[in-house]
């Protein structure tokens, strides 16, 4: 992290998220069902699905924190992928339902009528909302690389794009006489949150599969390896994400003539330029071989020490 205090808004994020998402679900209901604003009760679905996601973001960020122990050795940082993956089932069923729902209404053209204009001053109040969530949010996840607070930051962008065409539908129904097009607004939404609850399934799927780490980052630990004096080639390079840690597996060439002892000081002097380098580094493990001979731990023992940064 480059600041401490981003410690401290890691800690804050998701209750911020909370009581943010809570109240503007809250308002862009209510003022959805008494305006007669489709797009805004769908709106507020974009609300209620962070309201959940800042819940998760909480009990994540507490329990993938939770020190390494005999039964977790890799730590506890998929709970994160499995929380995301929760959110993204949960919300697709929800969606789905919706946009049912703004298909049959937008089909029946005797139920049409432009929205009370004050759907359009809650619109406005969300985009301002969700802008500074969005970026306040970003932040946080950058610096703590968490797959959770990223898809709290991701909802936020949404929900910033979401209530703009709110106000957008709300405009064309009041000034341009077209009250269907609220509905249409209310449609393209559901299937916004469709697409957004796809992407984070994916996501959380990639993570729980062990993925690997994304290919400019593996060709950046490729690069500060070969920096390292007597690094002939990297033969193996293996990532994976788990939780907000990156994972590395690492199998360097060394020249066959040099010693045991110097080659495993090489492997130390790999591991601790990709600690210092490489963000969000949770364990560096380098072996190391030569042409003639078989990988090597860098202590002969094959050991897969933490990191703790």
Request: hydrophobic share 45%; charged share 20%; net charge negative.
């Amino acid at each position: 992290m480059r600041y401490s205090k981003c410690i401290s808004c890691a800690s804050y994020v998701g209750w911020i998220g909370l009581g943010t998402n809570l109240v503007l679900m809250i308002l862009k209901g209510f003022v959805g069902f008494i305006s007669g604003s489709q797009a805004l009760v769908a709106d507020a679905m974009y609300s209620a699905k962070d309201v959940v996601t800042s819940l998760l973001v909480i009990v994540g960020l507490k329990v993938s924190g939770r020190p390494l122990d005999r039964e977790h050795p890799y730590g506890h940082g998929k709970v994160e992928f499995i929380l995301s993956m929760i959110i993204s089932v949960v919300f697709l069923g929800v969606t789905a339902l919706l946009l049912i729902h703004a298909i049959q209404v937008l089909m029946d053209g005797d139920v049409h009528s432009a929205p009370h204009i004050i759907a359009l001053w809650t619109a406005i109040i969300s985009i301002l909302v969700n802008v500074v969530m969005y970026f306040y949010s970003r932040c946080v996840s950058i610096e703590v690389n968490s797959p959770m607070v990223r898809t709290l930051s991701r909802h936020h962008h949404a929900d910033a794009t979401s209530s703009v065409a709110v106000a957008l539908g709300i405009i064309g129904a009041h000034y341009l006489d077209m009250p269907s097009i609220d509905t249409a607004v209310a449609l393209f939404e559901t299937a916004h949150l469709m697409y957004l609850g796809s992407d984070v399934f994916r996501e959380a799927y990639k993570g729980l599969m062990d993925s690997s780490a994304p290919s400019e980052v593996n060709e950046e630990i490729c690069q500060q390896a070969m920096k390292v004096v007597g690094v002939e080639e990297i033969d193996e390079l293996k990532t994976r994400l788990v939780g907000q840690d990156l994972w590395v597996d690492l199998v360097i060439r060394v020249a066959p003539e040099i010693s045991v002892d110097e080659a495993s000081d090489i492997s130390d002097d790999v591991s601790d330029r990709l600690i210092r380098l490489i963000p969000h580094v949770g364990s560096v493990h380098v072996k190391f071989t030569s042409e003639t001979a078989a990988p090597h731990a860098a202590d002969e023992m094959d050991d897969y020490s933490p990191v703790t940064l």
